[in-house]
């Protein structure tokens, strides 16, 4: 048992401390939430545009071409792998970009496959409101706009917090596809640590104990900003 512990610590030396080889993973977490937090701000903005453009088409058949440009890009983005649209935006669309521009061309395309699922999440928040919200607004003078930016979407974010939260945790695990065009996030780090120490349990496991602590923080946090908004509507 002690020459079993003892091999056990020297292989946790050699595949995290020796040679520096901590500061690989160190690297492939800041990359790893760089491209996540940086996607999910990109696709919560998209969400949100792609969301009202289907509330409004809904009432105003103007909007009718957007509507369909909206549905369109759902259905194209829910409807294709990731890491295929993840090439494409790569191989194809920036093709001509050297590899300085790996991380926000990944950065740019989870964005843009995290904005339909957001979409989808925001717009059936704004439909949970009930609609005598809208009105009462509207005849207190507001406009169309200010209704919906000042009374009916901040009572959605409190309905579809939870399933952003799941969305941001999606993402951050949908990062480990980002080696195919050449980004050392975390699965990446494994693999280069691997390679080097002819090891393959070790590193695995250190990533994967990475993105569990990851999940688990953002988990509590999801929590405590729930309790929080709950506690603001018992005022």
Do not use: C, H
């Amino acid at each position: 048992m002690p020459m079993q512990l003892l091999t056990l610590q020297e292989e946790l030396y050699t595949n995290i401390i020796a040679d520096g080889r901590y500061l690989l993973y160190l690297e492939g977490l800041r990359n790893t939430l760089f491209m996540a937090l940086g996607g999910v701000i990109i696709g919560t903005v998209i969400g949100v545009l792609i969301a009202i453009i289907k509330v409004y088409a809904a009432e105003n058949k103007g909007l009718a071409p957007l509507n369909w440009l909206a549905n369109v890009y759902i259905g194209l983005i829910r409807g294709t792998p990731v890491v295929v649209q993840l090439m494409i935006f790569y191989y194809v669309v920036f093709a001509s970009a050297d590899d300085t521009w790996a991380i926000p061309v990944a950065m740019l395309s989870f964005g843009i496959n995290s904005g339909a699922y957001v979409a989808e999440i925001i717009r059936a928040g704004i439909l949970s409101v009930d609609r005598g919200q809208t009105e009462a607004g509207r005849s207190l003078g507001l406009s169309q706009n200010v209704t919906m930016r000042y009374i009916v979407l901040p009572q959605a974010v409190k309905n579809i917090l939870p399933a952003l939260f799941n969305e941001f945790i999606a993402l951050v695990k949908e990062t480990s596809v980002a080696p195919m065009i050449a980004v050392r996030e975390l699965t990446m780090v494994s693999t280069v640590i691997k390679s080097r120490t002819f090891n393959a349990y070790v590193p695995l496991l250190a990533v994967a104990a990475i993105y569990l602590v990851i999940v688990l923080g953002l988990t509590a946090l999801q929590k405590k900003m729930e309790g929080r908004l709950r506690v603001s509507d018992q005022r």
